[in-house]
């Protein structure tokens, strides 16, 4: 799909499995193309069912993990991987341990560093040292964060600490159904980080994201829905959606 110049495709699926499916795909060709790719995957419920795809061709030998190197994309400031709040830990858990990536492969970020701020200079130097990432797969918040890019966010903000709002705090809070504190701090990737991706994937299901949708990629570009600068990555850009989150958009798209 093109709007105006813009040249990022959307690709909207008939339901949350079939969209799963073609990001999984995506990692796929990414590790066919470039067995040491490094990639970073999004926490979330959406993505649970695009590793269990991801698990289930792993354990066919469809796909092959050995060589990836993955970059965590954001974790609550201070926590451990020890911590039950951990998003390094969830990744390690839903992700990583049934898919045969071992821990020498993970790039944690530097969330329990002393001095965090140069800590997360060198974790973006880390990014550049591997020749930057070959793949950034990401979610959608519902205040269009992504990863924890808050509302605000510049587009060419780096890895850095970022104060949550109190929407993406409830998000994470339900992860636990309420059980676990709530960190007010993370550390992310920033967004110009994440534009140097050779490749992006967007992944949205679900009705629930669909005005935030429409507004990440209807509207003009703006800080305040950081998703919508993602658009300025063109063609590197590919919006994996199923049609319950694509039902407010404006024009009918198929695939
Ligand atoms: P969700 O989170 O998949 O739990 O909706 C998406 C995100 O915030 O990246």
Same mark, same amino acid.
């Given at each position: 799909m093109v709007i105006g110049s813009e040249s990022w495709t959307l690709s909207v699926f008939r339901d949350a499995h079939a969209a799963s499916e073609s990001a999984a795909d995506s990692v796929a060709n990414t590790l066919q193309n470039k067995?040491?790719?490094?990639?970073?995957?999004?926490?979330?419920?959406?993505? #649970?069912?695009?590793?269990?795809?991801?698990?289930? %061709?792993?354990? %066919?030998?469809?796909?092959d993990f050995s060589g990836v190197s993955i970059f965590f994309l954001d974790e609550f400031v201070g926590a451990t991987d020890e911590d039950p709040n951990s998003f390094t830990r969830w990744l390690t858990e839903v992700l990583f341990n049934r898919v045969g990536i071992k821990p020498d492969q993970l790039h944690a970020l530097p969330v329990t560093a002393d001095d965090l701020l140069a800590s997360a200079a060198k974790f973006d130097e880390?990014?550049?040292?591997?020749?930057? #990432?070959? #793949?950034?797969?990401?979610? #959608?918040?519902?205040?269009?964060?992504v990863g924890y890019n808050e509302p605000g966010s510049g587009v060419d903000s780096r890895t850095r600490v970022v104060t949550l709002t109190p929407e993406s705090r409830d998000q994470a809070s339900a992860y636990w159904e309420g059980s676990l504190p709530i960190p007010d701090q993370a550390m992310t990737m920033g967004v110009g980080t994440l534009l140097e991706s050779k490749q992006i994937?967007?992944?949205?299901t679900g009705e629930a994201k669909a005005g935030i949708l429409r507004r990440t990629l209807e509207e003009p570009i703006t800080t305040d829905v950081p998703a919508s600068l993602l658009r300025i990555a063109g063609p590197r850009l590919t919006i994996i959606v199923d049609e319950a989150a694509a039902s407010e958009l404006s024009t009918a798209h198929s695939s």
């Open positions: 067995t040491d790719a490094a990639i970073t995957f999004p926490t979330g419920t959406t993505p #649970l069912a695009m590793f269990d795809i991801l698990a289930a %061709r792993a354990a %066919r030998g469809e796909i880390a990014i550049s040292a591997c020749g930057g #990432l070959d #793949l950034a797969v990401l979610g #959608l918040g519902p205040n269009g964060h994937v967007l992944l949205v």
